[in-house]
């Protein structure tokens, strides 16, 4: 009997998948077909796979060429599959020659002609049409946005705008798009907003931006005010738009999968979290000049809530807020301790004390720990009683990061509300709200 072997992502399953698997079936006698997970994509750098693992799977079972499926979970797998299943034939598509030359050396490697204009990518193009984006602002954060939503197919960073023409001049130059200062034509300009300005414009920006029926992704934090969000998220639903916050460690594979490992159970019953986040910061730049908006918590605040409110959910019993100041009154370090019915938990950030930025999530039955920059999670791993007993885990981050969150914009505005789970809206009410209590805290 002879066994072929190949594999695909199957997104959007289209005929040039098809006629891929009605041939490599005819190469011999027993197919085996490997499908990509979720993650194994992302971590490829395949990132906007609209259809879900087991929509795949169904696919490919449909054409009835499949008599076996397995799924393709990592880098090296071809390898050990070959072994293991005895396969006398690798095939895939002529995109692929000479990628896999190597495997010659254990089995039959065929290059099957790719069907012509047509692709998931292509589909996917079309499914989505383009999507103009307009930046609101132009500090630090939306120069990397440029580069990041670069790599992300599905969108064209089109526009800028900022209130004083010379700071959309320069921006727009230097990233070759174009700059505006007047806001009602750089609305006619683009399909979704982000919006990368100074915190305390968001509120206004999100409802003008969603009354000129645009999705928005917002910065974090998006708002500093509970009534704020709760009203900015009414109104988005109400026009049918997507308002998304940004808080990219949100969106990134290794904290998804770290909170399934926190929530799996091999911890037992989460108890105590600490996040911590410090960043050194020029004493020159905004953060620790602006007396009104500056500060350490309201700048990295959203960061080390995030794991706190995924573990221990949004409702707190009690919140105290600890702080050191610089003798401009701003917050230079800030420890905010929340007390939940079933656990504990601190999340620290400073602009001006440096400290070890790891996360730690202490469960019933052992620990979780995630050294530095744990926001960007790549690496994290769980200990027992009994030391010697460690599991170790690691996951892709690509670029800055930011790519995630913007591709699962896109998602959404494709399958609306489908990724969602990942920051929710009563999740960001919730950091609203707790800036709004520091906010409140701080001034008296
Ligand atoms: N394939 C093909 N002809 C096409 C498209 C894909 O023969 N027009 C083959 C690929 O070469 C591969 C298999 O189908 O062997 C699965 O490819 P996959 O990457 O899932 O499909 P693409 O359409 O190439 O996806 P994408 O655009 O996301 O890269």
């Known amino acids: 009997m002879i066994k072929v072997i190949t594999y695909g992502t199957f997104d959007l399953f289209h005929e040039g998948h098809y006629r891929l698997l009605q041939r490599a079936k005819a190469l011999g006698d027993y197919l085996i077909v490997g499908v990509t997970t979720e993650s194994f994509d992302k971590a490829r750098g395949k990132l906007g796979v609209i259809d879900s693992l087991m929509t795949r799977i169904e696919n490919v079972k449909k054409t009835g060429f499949a008599d076996e499926i397995i799924i393709e979970e990592s880098v090296g797998q071809k390898f050990s599959d070959i072994k293991k299943y005895n396969i006398d034939i690798f095939t895939v598509g002529s995109d692929w020659i000479g990628k896999f030359d190597y495997i010659n050396d254990y089995c039959k490697v065929v290059y099957l002609e790719r069907t012509k204009n047509i692709s998931s990518t292509m589909l996917r193009e079309q499914k989505r049409h383009i999507q ?117 460690t949100a969106y990134c594979p290794g904290f998804h999968r770290l909170l399934g490992v926190a929530h799996s159970g091999k911890i037992g019953s989460i108890r105590n979290v600490e996040a911590c986040f410090t960043k050194l910061e020029d004493p020159k730049h905004r953060e620790l000049i602006d007396t009104n908006y500056g500060g350490s918590f309201l700048e990295l605040g959203s960061y080390v809530m995030l794991p706190i409110f995924k573990l221990f959910g949004e409702e707190y019993e009690d919140l105290r807020f600890d702080t050191i100041k610089s003798e401009n009154g701003i917050d230079i370090f800030t420890k905010a301790s929340f007390k939940f019915s079933t656990g504990l938990a601190t999340a620290t950030c400073g602009l001006g004390v440096k400290s070890e930025g790891r996360l730690l999530i202490s469960g019933t039955k052992g620990y979780i720990i995630v050294t530095a920059p744990w926001w960007k999670t790549t690496y994290f791993e769980v200990h027992y009683e009994n030391p010697g007993e460690v599991e170790k885990y690691s996951e892709t981050f690509l670029g800055d990061g930011l790519r995630y969150e913007i591709n699962d914009f896109l998602m959404q505005l494709t399958n609306r509300g489908v990724n969602d789970f990942k920051l929710t809206r009563s999740e960001s009410i919730a950091m609203s709200s707790a800036m709004e209590y520091f906010l409140k805290d701080q001034r008296g």
């Open 132 to 248: 103009r984006i307009g930046i609101i602002g132009t500090g630090r954060i939306a120069n990397r946005f440029v580069v990041e939503a670069r790599s992300v197919s599905g969108v064209n960073v089109q526009s800028v705008y900022n209130p004083h023409p010379n700071s959309a001049a320069k921006f727009s130059e230097k990233w070759d798009i174009n700059p505006y200062s007047d806001l009602e034509e750089f609305y006619k300009d683009v399909d979704v907003i982000y919006i990368a300005s100074p915190h305390e414009t968001h509120y206004e920006y999100i409802k003008t931006s969603l009354e000129h029926g645009k999705h928005v992704l917002c910065e974090k934090p998006m708002v500093l005010k509970k009534s704020e969000a709760e009203e900015v998220f009414a109104y988005a639903k109400e026009k049918d738009l997507i308002l998304m916050e940004g808080i990219k």
